[in-house]
């Protein structure tokens, strides 16, 4: 009930490309879905968050696209450059602590 | 983020020794975490504080404690260190707004713990 599932462990993409990291959880009381960018040698940094009220959410290149019927919801990264490469961690919660995925490496290729 | 700081940065420490790790935030946030994070395992959460009278266990709290010794701190202690705790250690700090919405949590740049 308190997990949350992201896949692919790891992605390769090609600058200018598209950057598609997917996550599911179970709970249907978590009320705040956001996500979560980490440099080596830094903690993660909030990237970009969605509450359930709506479906998608766009921040410049960054995109969160929500399904609240299926439980699921996904990281879109428009126009990928070498600089977003990363680990990418999607997160779950209710008021109380988050619950983690155990992060997408994504490398962007120039 | 400078806002929430931790020492040390690196730690090597042998097995059976306890060690205490230390966060600081001046972000004047009533919400502090730690977290472990292990290569593809993600982010674990060890304990969370919600103000400096409450203490809650997270999902692996075994081998841990922790104190809240004032709104900015909030230490976490292994009492006997044993391999398996060798991993990356993060404290992150949230607050709540006035209509009981979550917010961003910002962690501190970790603490690199190897136990011998």
């Known amino acids: 009930q308190q997990q949350v599932k992201q896949s692919p462990q790891s992605l390769i993409v090609q600058k200018g490309g598209i950057s598609i990291i997917n996550c599911a959880y179970e709970n249907t009381a978590f009320d705040y879905f956001p996500w979560y960018q980490q440099f080596p040698g830094k903690g993660p940094a909030l990237l970009i968050a969605?509450?359930?009220?709506?479906s998608e959410k766009k921040e410049g290149r960054f995109t969160i696209s929500f399904n609240k019927s299926a439980k699921q919801f996904s990281l879109h990264i428009m126009d990928s450059q070498p600089g977003d490469s990363a680990t990418y961690f999607c997160?779950?919660?209710?008021?109380?602590?988050?619950?983690f995925g155990k992060g997408t490496t994504l490398s962007v290729s120039s | 983020d400078a806002d929430v700081t931790q020492t040390p940065r690196n730690r090597i420490t042998k097995t059976g020794k306890r060690i205490m790790l230390e966060c600081s935030q001046t972000k004047g946030h009533d919400r502090m975490y730690w977290y472990r994070q292990d290569p593809g395992l993600g982010l674990r959460l060890i304990y969370y504080?919600?103000?400096?009278?409450?203490?809650n266990k997270g999902e692996i709290s075994d081998g841990y404690s922790v104190s809240r010794q004032a709104q900015a701190k909030f230490s976490l202690s292994l009492e006997s260190a044993i391999p398996n705790q060798t991993a990356l250690y993060f404290c992150a700090t949230s607050d709540l707004t006035t209509s009981g919405v979550q917010e961003t949590q910002y962690f501190g740049p970790g603490t690199r713990l190897l136990v011998l």
């Open positions: 997160a779950a919660g209710a008021g109380t602590a988050l619950i």
């Open positions: 969605i509450r359930p009220d709506v």
């Open positions: 504080s919600f103000d400096v009278k409450d203490i």
